[in-house]
């Protein structure tokens, strides 16, 4: 596995982790604490999409 699908993971799984929490949270009743966790494993996933090389790096003239 390349550098960059190890990166891709790691963010994956943190989204997890961030989507386990809140259907705890969600369970307890806590919903104001689930919702954070909810937005905090979108990012996570949004992350984990934007991981690699980026077309405008690649074509920016330096």
């Known amino acids: 596995m390349d550098a960059i699908q190890v990166k891709k993971q790691a963010f994956l799984k943190e989204a997890g982790y961030f989507f ?24 996570k996933e949004r992350r984990a999409r934007g991981v690699g090389p980026q077309v405008l790096h690649l074509i920016k003239t330096r």
């Open 20 to 43: 386990q929490n809140a259907s705890v949270q969600a369970d307890e009743g806590d919903l104001q604490s689930s919702a954070g966790l909810i937005l905090k494993a979108l990012d």
